[in-house]
Structure formats: structure tokens, C-alpha cells
């Protein structure tokens, strides 16, 4: 509307101003009612917008007899078992046979092994992790597919106490595909 009352010089009303000194322009109202936005089903900015969210959150707790060496502590949660689980994805579906999804997914921390007295239980910190994924059809029956994995490639540590005994990355990976539906 801004643009269409300043002849495309504007391209916002800031702080309302240009609305603040007169009145409507019926005849551009009009026009600007006939766009093919207005004509769509409401939620107009958001119909092909999809938002997506899963989360756990996981508490165990395992009791260990009393042992002449022991093995790590005598309490602890269930080897390997996250804290914490986080998935979300927001999809978009274009008009013309195409969607692009982002998602994340987020693990808390996890008993990874038992430490040997004097040292404490080795724990997998939390890492979150973001992937792509792209999904259009070309020319009648072909179609391309196109996916990103582990966009930011972060540090998968592990400590004891305060000390790392490991860190690494798990890299990134990128695929593409055309197929053909009949």
C-alpha cells in the first residue's frame, strides 16, 4: 500500500505517518483489493508454513550394590539414556511442487561409561545438531531432492569431572538426487 501511494518511492509508512495525514484513496484501495493475496484462504502469510516440535525429558536413576572395587558411582541415571530430547522442524510448501524443511535436533547430556575410583563417570555433553532438506519437481515426471546434514558440525565432548577425555566432530554431509515417478 505504501509503495502504491508514493508511486514506489517508499517502501514502508514509518511511524504511521503517511496514514496519519489524510484519507483513504478509494479508488487504490480498490486496486489493492484486487491483488490475489486477498482472494486466498486466511491464513494468508502463513498456510504454507508448517512448524514442528517433540521434546523429552527423561530422569532414571540406577543403584548399584556395594562392591570391594568399585565401579563408577554407586548412583547414577541409565547408561547412554539423554537427559534431555528436543526435535523441531519449520517447513515451507511452495506452490509448485517444492518444500524446504530446516530442522534441529538437540540431545542433553548421557552417562557414556562408569569411571574407576578415584575418577568420576565419564558423561557425552549435549549437542544440537541442524540439517536441510530440500524437495522440488523439475519438468513432468522428474524430481530433484537435496539434503544438508549437520550444517554447524559442532563439538561432540566427553568429560570426566572437568576434564575432556574426548572431542570430536562428526562432519557435515550433503546429497542430491533426481528421480523419476511414473
Known sequence: AVRLA????????????????GHADKKKVARLLRQPFFSLKPPKSLE?????????FISSTVRLAPQLSRLG?????????????????????ATQGADVSLMLNSTGKRLRALG????????????????AAMNMKLRGVLRLKASA???????????????EVSSYRSGRSFSAAVSVGM
Open 48 to 56: 504454507r508454513l508448517s512448524v514442528n516440535a517433540n521434546a523429552s
Open 73 to 93: 558411582s554407586e548412583e547414577h541415571p541409565l547408561q547412554g539414556q539423554a537427559d534431555y530430547l528436543v526435535n523441531a522442524s519449520l517447513s515451507y510448501a
Open 6 to 21: 508514493s508511486q514506489e518511492r517508499r517502501h514502508m509508512d514509518k511511524d504511521g505517518r503517511l496514514a496519519a495525514k
Open 116 to 131: 574407576v575410583e578415584p575418577s568420576p563417570d565419564i558423561y557425552a555433553q549435549s549437542v544440537t545438531t541442524v540439517d
Open 149 to 163: 546434514r549437520n550444517l554447524f558440525d559442532p563439538d561432540v565432548k566427553a568429560l570426566q569431572g572437568d576434564r
